[in-house]
C-alpha cells in the first residue's frame, strides 16, 4: 500500500517562479495537512483540509495555496516562490483530527530557491 | 496557546544505555501529548501518544513516555538504545482549531548512538 505519496522528491526554483506540490493518498482519510520543515525549527503547519472542499490556514500560511477537490488530493501551490521557502515539505493525512487518529507523512519534497 | 520545548537539540548515548529524551509542555486545557520520530530522508511516524488514562505510555521499538502533569512533562526514554534508534524526535501537544486539532510540534532532537 503506497499510503501518501509526495512528488516531486527535490526541486529547485528561481526567484518569482511558481510550482505546485503534489500529495495524494490512498487510506480515504479525510484529514490532510501541509507542513514545512526548517533545521532545528520543529515543523510549522501551513495549511489543512478536514474533507473535499475545505480547507485552512494553518500556522504559516503566507505565500501559500491549496486546494482538495477530491479526497486523494491535497496539491500545494508556490505562487512568486523567494528564498524565504526554501525548506522541506511534508504531506501528511489522518482518518480523523490529529488528537485520536494517528497522521501519516509522506517521505517529503525539498525545495530549493535560488 | 499550545507550545513545547524539547531540551537537547543533540543526544548522544552508547548503545545499550538509557536513552532519554525531554520534551515540556505548555497548555491552558488538558493536553494530549505524542512522540514522533524520523528518520533520514522520511517523513515523521508516530512512536505513541498520550490522550487520556494511564500516564505511563508504551510505544513501538520499546519507547516509553510518561506525562507528568506537575511537572508538565513527557519525557521519551528506552531502557537500552540500539544503533537503529538514531534519528530524530519531536515531541508535539495538541491544540484545537477551527474544525480539527492541529499539532504544535517541538523543535526536535536528534539522537545520536555510538557503538
Known amino acids: 500500500n503506497a499510503g501518501v505519496t509526495q512528488t516531486p522528491k527535490f526541486r529547485i526554483l528561481k526567484i518569482g517562479q511558481s510550482m505546485t506540490l503534489q500529495c495524494t493518498q490512498d487510506m480515504n482519510h479525510n484529514y490532510m495537512y501541509w507542513y514545512r520543515q526548517d533545521p532545528g525549527m520543529g515543523l510549522k503547519l501551513i495549511y489543512y483540509?478536514?474533507?473535499?472542499?475545505?480547507?485552512d490556514k494553518g500556522e504559516v500560511p503566507n505565500g501559500y495555496n491549496v486546494s482538495r477537490s477530491t479526497t486523494e488530493d491535497f496539491p500545494l501551490r508556490l505562487e512568486l516562490a523567494a528564498p524565504s521557502q526554501t525548506s522541506v515539505y511534508f504531506c501528511a493525512s489522518s482518518y480523523g483530527g490529529q488528537i485520536n487518529t494517528e497522521a501519516f507523512f509522506g517521505q517529503g519534497t525539498r525545495l530549493t530557491v535560488v | 496557546a499550545q507550545s513545547v520545548t524539547q531540551l537537547g537539540s543533540h543526544v548522544s548515548v552508547s548503545e545499550g544505555a538509557l536513552v532519554l529524551l525531554r520534551c515540556n509542555y505548555s497548555?491552558?486545557?488538558?493536553?494530549?501529548l505524542f512522540w514522533y520520530v524520523q528518520y533520514p530522508n522520511q517523513g515523521l511516524q508516530l512512536l505513541l501518544k498520550?490522550?487520556?488514562?494511564?500516564?505511563l505510555v508504551k510505544g513501538i521499538n520499546g519507547f516509553e513516555a510518561e506525562f507528568k502533569k506537575s511537572e508538565t512533562s513527557f519525557h521519551l526514554t528506552k531502557p537500552s538504545a540500539h544503533m537503529s534508534d538514531a534519528a530524530e524526535y519531536f515531541c508535539?501537544?495538541?491544540?484545537?482549531?477551527?474544525?480539527?486539532?492541529?499539532?504544535?510540534f517541538g523543535k526536535g532532537t536528534k539522537l545520536s548512538v555510538i557503538p
Open positions: 508535539a501537544v495538541s491544540a484545537a482549531g477551527a474544525g480539527s486539532y492541529q499539532l504544535t
Open positions: 497548555s491552558s486545557v488538558p493536553p494530549y
Open positions: 483540509s478536514v474533507g473535499a472542499g475545505i480547507t
Open positions: 498520550y490522550t487520556t488514562g494511564a500516564t
